[in-house]
Antibody
Framework: EVQLVESGGGLVQPGGSLRLSCAAS????????MNWVRQAPGKGLEWVSY????????YYADSVKGRFTISRDNAKNSLYLQMNSLRAEDTAVYYC???????????WGQGTLVTVSS | QSALTQPRSVSGSPGQSVTISCTGT?????????VSWYQQHPGKAPKLMIY???KRPSGVPDRFSGSKSGNTASLTISGLQAEDEADYYC???????????FGGGTKLTVL
């Protein structure tokens, strides 16, 4: 059974940093592209970042470019999102999502809440 | 403001059919056959219901179907059931720069 479990969320002040993790199991993690998608309270979904299976190709949404860094450790079956210079508008539940043939997200974790507030 | 436009809400009675639209542009929905749909119950993770416009993942009932015409994609749910009440989001690939864009979501109420 495919499982994705996010962790690392919490309350952080504006300008602060946070590192999210996503532990994967039930599939060959190193064979799949991965993503972070977020959902602000009461709002819709927003794609945040993508990383290829090897980690060699990375993309970011304009809203987080230059502030967030996606990475992965295939030996540990883990995906990460380093978030710096956090803003109030980054407040959201952050989901990790597995890519199914690149063009859609076939499995999602339960999400971790990030709250940016003073 | 979301890149793709969905109705905020739709409703239907058990057994009826409902259709949720998702309107984009020629740069996303109209330009690629890579529209996907996700179901999200309150407090839960999204679940893939349709991919590549009209394909259903294993385990998704055939009551769920997808289609596309021009810049508008649609999700149709036939034979509505109480458990179908949820939020539904469309998503489209939008090219090598923007990558993926979502709709604002549609709340489906089963009356």
């Amino acid at each position: 059974e495919v499982q994705l479990v996010e962790s690392g969320g919490g309350l952080v002040q504006p300008g602060g940093s946070l590192r999210l993790s996503c532990a994967a199991s039930g599939f060959t993690f190193s064979s799949y592209e991965m993503n972070w998608v977020r959902q602000a309270p009461g709002k819709g979904l927003e794609w945040v970042s993508y990383i290829s299976s090897s980690g060699s190709t990375i993309y970011y949404a304009d809203s987080v470019k230059g502030r967030f860094t996606i990475s992965r450790d295939n030996a540990k079956n883990s995906l990460y999102l380093q978030m710096n210079s956090l803003r109030a508008e980054d407040t959201a539940v952050y989901y990790c999502g597995r890519s199914g043939s690149y063009y859609y997200f076939d499995y999602w974790g339960q999400g971790t809440l990030v709250t940016v507030s003073s | 403001q979301s890149a793709l436009t969905q109705p905020r809400s739709v409703s239907g009675s058990p057994g009826q059919s409902v259709t949720i639209s998702c309107t984009g542009t020629s740069s996303d929905v109209g330009g690629y056959n890579y529209v996907s749909w996700y179901q999200q119950h309150p407090g839960k993770a999204p679940k893939l219901m349709i991919y590549d416009v009209s394909k259903r993942p294993s385990g998704v009932p055939d009551r769920f179907s997808g289609s596309k015409s021009g810049n508008t994609a649609s999700l149709t749910i036939s034979g509505l059931q109480a458990e179908d009440e949820a939020d539904y989001y469309c998503c489209s690939y939008a090219g090598s720069y923007t990558l993926w864009v979502f709709g604002g979501g549609t709340k489906l109420t089963v009356l």
